[in-house]
């Protein structure tokens, strides 16, 4: 599967990209050289957690350059008055009786404690392009989906760190 991201979500994986290699790389392969100069390396405790931090960033830059290869560039095309992408929105859902906000990210920026939502997922695909007064119908599987109303669209401010998987 081919992630969707913005033009913007590479330049921030480029920038840590670069962060990683020119700052992070250095500091650690300094911490891995102090523990190995503390002796015998089976028993090192430094020494393998210096090169497990090592290989960690490592594993992330590789993770970074993989993504930005593999993806697809996305543009938002909404009007300011639509769902799109980088909106915050205002959802009544009918079932609950309740408001919630919900800001529509791309897959790299989801997390669903802050109610950041992939437009890939059935709720972002349901309001792609909906308007404020808008009842949708959110289709989750063949035997259940619900009906939400669009109540307020915000921009959203997409300056957050891309998420570590």
Do not use: C, W
Request: proline share 2%.
């Amino acid at each position: 599967m081919r992630h969707q991201l913005t033009q913007r979500d590479i330049e921030k994986m480029k920038e840590e990209i670069e962060y990683r290699k020119v700052v992070v790389r250095k500091e650690l392969l300094e911490h891995v050289k102090e523990a190995r100069a503390h002796g015998d390396l089976s028993e090192n405790f430094e020494y393998h957690a210096a090169k497990k931090e090592k290989n960690r960033n490592e594993s992330r830059i590789r993770y970074l350059e993989r993504m930005i290869r593999t993806s697809e560039v996305v543009t938002d095309h909404a009007d300011s008055d639509q769902v799109g992408l980088n909106k915050t929105v205002t959802l009544y859902f009918e079932e609950e009786e309740e408001e919630e906000v919900f800001s529509f990210v791309t897959t790299v920026l989801v997390d669903s404690m802050k109610n950041r939502v992939s437009i890939e997922s059935p709720l972002g695909k349901a309001l792609m392009g909906h308007r404020i007064g808008e009842r949708v119908f959110v289709n989750v599987n063949p035997q259940y989906g619900y009906y939400v109303e669009i109540k307020n669209i915000e921009p959203f401010d997409d300056d957050m760190p891309i998420n570590e998987f």
